[in-house]
């Protein structure tokens, strides 16, 4: 998918507030002034205040991925709130109104750029639903989509793909599959799946729960996920010693976990993600835990949602609102408690990247950097552009695999760039992203999560064991 610019771009409004007289914005409201249903409907449609609250400065653009690579107002923050603003005076949902929305990662970049605190994340989320429901997507678009969403939440269905997978990198096909290119042609979606994934090993086997280690400090559920819990098991693993070294008793559970609902939410699926949410609450609600821990940025920023997504539902809502005062993301709850367990020497140097779903729409940047900081002997680098997202964003890389390989092909630029040999981040799709891109620029660096790299400080692991992506049993 390419966009192609357009010259004499305006902006919707002037810094003093009042819309141009000429543009792609009246170009593309025009084009869309015909005969039809309302774009929206009652059902939790783009709340017109929170609209109001955008003055259209333009801080939002050059964080906006998609306004970067393409400078296409209408694939920029505040030109979607104009194309909201014109669905709730009556436009019609077209085609094309639908496709900025669906171009959006949902990175929430712009919520940190804006100075007039607009709540671009629960405007684009209630508009996603809208569009989900009321707008027909082509054939194509719409079977691919049914095909991502009967697998990825699907914990066993994920887990089913293992086999096949591992045999298949060990095979050597792929480096083959890659160097031809012909599967980027034919297929692009099947080749941006290809290249994504990760190396597979044989998992490592979580227990129900794990003591803490000394004097019990907190009791702690953990979510193990669905791409976290099938591709990067490793992960989970680490997160949980880590845990049980801070005096965590860590209830774990993983036969009994489903989906945690954030795909769905991120897409517009609410009423598949309130059953996804709902089912995860009556996992742990009974089961006494002071937080709940999430170690995938896309998935806590859902959680920690749960009490508007549920907020209608008279059985759950007071219940997900509790459960969502509990949600902490993994370094959260590590830098609350403060440190102790010993951390031993790492001497290496570590890019660190921020999770979009974690530094814009949690707002934890802080946490993680003070806790690698910590660790002796290693060396934190910060990334050039730090707030401009990798291209993954969920399942945007699979709908979108043009722009999200220009995406991380820039990230990937900026990371090497550091000279790092260590790349951390905490959220699996940025794992795989990123990973792809480093190796079509043809560059190396180690990844790891945040918590293989405190668990290897914590339990003494060579640094080696980090850098050649070998984890523990």
Partial sequence: MSVPQQPGRSPITSPGGTRPASGPVDALAAAARTPGEAAFDAHHPPAAELIADCVHCGFCLPTCPTYVLWGEEMDSPRGRIYLMKEGLEGEPLTDSMATHFDRCLGCMSCVTACPSGVRYDRLIGDTRQQVERRHTRGRRDRALRAAIFALFPYRKRLRLLRGPLRAYQASGLGRLVRRTGLLARLAPTLAALESLAPPLRRPPRLPTRLPAVGTRRAVVGMLTGCVQGAFFPEVNAATARVLAAEGCDVLILPDRQGCCGALSVHNGRDEEARRFARRL????????????????????????EYGDLLGDDPRYATLAADFAARVRDLSEILDELGPVAPRHPLPVTVAYHDACHLGHAQGVRTQPRRLLRDIPGLELREIADPELCCGSAGIWNVLHPGPAAELGDRKARTVLATGARLLVTANPGCLMQVAASVTRAGGHI?????????????????VEELLQGRAPS
């Fill in 281 to 304: 609450l009556d996992t742990f609600a009974a089961a006494g835990v002071d937080f709940f821990v999430v170690n995938a940025a896309g998935c806590g920023s859902t959680l920690k």
């Fill in 446 to 462: 180690a990844l790891a999560h945040t918590a293989q790299v405190l668990d290897a400080s914590i339990h003494r692991r060579d």
